[in-house]
């Protein structure tokens, strides 16, 4: 099949899955067509079923905002019909959803009708879609695509909840690569950061409210008044300072290193005793997940998708948002409890399992296949 992806290059979460299933559907013999504004961040290396669609903006002066939208609208146009598609899957439903609508708009009028799948992440229906001034947007989006995918049940849940929707939801959960993230010996990094066998707690993400890296960091106070430790906090953005600035007011920025934006995040996690991921809301968690694919077990809250990928008192503990006290208390247990913890790596990793990507790779192509055949004959003209 020939597939178009359309994401947000940067490292969230919806482009960091999308790059990976573009990847393993190029590997399967797909040809993979990125389209977006910037080269995916995990899409490093060369592969022969692999495109990219670099869309410009315009800073024409008159435009206090480029028109992104617009300029996507058109790239897609040009690719699909160059690269002659069949089938389109944007990531992320703002405003990707609503731009492959108009997209395949105009390419009905020239005689091309070609399949949208759109797949909900997070935010853009928890956070973002929710805000008034999108919701009728978003909502004829979800409802105008051809196929609706979302990254766990808990937010195909939150979508039928939040929006009047028509189209049926398919839940295909987010998925980890194990040639890449798997436990793997780095002693001598390990003794670097944590010369006198310190243990260490490991939190990733891009730093957004939503992720509350300030509670990462109170939890971690608590802990390492109990245990000698250290925190590797990984990632970048809005919220770094105020991070900064509380590990400063309690005295413990020689305990806590920011390693800022990291590619190899799998070597970091290779030393991690616990990973932190107290986040307001949580479509899924890959980040969480990728961790456990190390055999680190996790702490984090009881929200969203967390359930289906965290079991609480198996491969980590939930805790409700905010009580980094519960937090703290679980993560002392484990850490003081060499034979739990162990336990506690391997039920972390047969979890992680569960999400390998040779399994779900196949769900996105069986589905692929079933929209593109549902849609084949469709010529619409509304
Ligand atoms: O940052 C992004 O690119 C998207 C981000 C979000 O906030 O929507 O991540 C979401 O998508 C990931 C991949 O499906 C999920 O694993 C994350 O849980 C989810 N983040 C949130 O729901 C906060």
Redesign the pocket.
């Given at each position: 099949m020939k597939i178009g992806i359309v994401c947000?290059p940067?490292y969230?979460?919806?482009?960091?899955?999308a790059t990976e299933l573009g990847k393993g559907l190029a590997n399967n013999g797909h040809q993979v067509h990125f389209i977006t504004y910037r080269q995916p961040a995990r899409l490093t290396t060369f592969h022969e079923n692999i495109f990219y669609h670099e869309v410009s903006g315009s800073d024409y002066p008159l435009f206090e905002y480029p028109p992104y939208d617009t300029a996507l609208a058109s790239k897609l146009v040009d690719v699909v019909l160059y690269e002659n598609l069949d089938l389109l899957h944007v990531h992320?439903a703002i405003p990707h959803a609503t731009v492959a609508y108009l997209a395949k708009k105009i390419l009905l009028t020239k005689g091309k009708y070609i399949p949208v799948i759109t797949?909900l992440?997070?935010?853009?229906i928890?956070?973002v879609g929710r805000n008034v001034s999108f919701t009728p947007v978003v909502e004829f989006s979800i409802n105008k695509s051809d196929g609706v995918t979302a990254?766990s049940h808990s937010?195909k849940q939150q979508t039928l909840e939040s929006f009047d929707i028509k189209t049926d939801i398919e839940v295909i959960h987010?998925f980890i690569d194990f040639d890449r993230f798997r436990k793997t010996n780095k002693d001598h990094f390990k003794k670097l950061i944590a010369p006198d066998g310190e243990r260490i707690l490991v939190h990733v993400s891009?730093f957004?409210k939503?992720?509350r890296v300030e509670d990462v960091v109170k939890m971690f106070e608590k802990v390492y008044r109990k245990i000698p430790s250290k925190l590797l906090l990984i990632g970048d953005g809005p919220e770094r300072e105020t991070t900064e600035r509380l590990c400063r007011e309690i005295g413990l920025c020689h305990e806590i290193r920011f390693l800022g934006k990291q590619d190899a995040v799998e070597e970091l996690l290779a030393i991690g005793d616990l990973f932190i991921m107290p986040?307001a809301?949580?479509?899924?968690?890959?980040?969480a997940?990728e961790a456990m694919a190390c055999e680190v077990p996790v702490i984090s809250t009881n929200v969203?998708?967390l359930p289906e990928v965290n079991i609480h008192g198996q491969t980590g503990y939930t805790s409700n948002v905010g009580d980094v006290d519960d937090m703290a208390k679980n993560a002392i247990d484990l850490l003081q409890n060499e034979d739990k913890l162990a336990v506690f790596r391997k039920n972390a990793l047969a979890q992680a399992q569960q999400f390998d990507l040779q399994q779900i790779l196949p769900k996105y192509e069986a589905y692929y296949k079933h929209i593109v055949e549902r849609t084949v004959h469709r010529a619409e003209v509304t």
């Open positions: 947000y940067t969230g979460g919806s482009g960091v899955l992320y797949t992440h997070g935010t853009d928890t956070l990254v937010l987010n891009n957004r939503v992720k986040s809301s949580e479509s899924f968690g890959l980040a997940l969203g998708g």
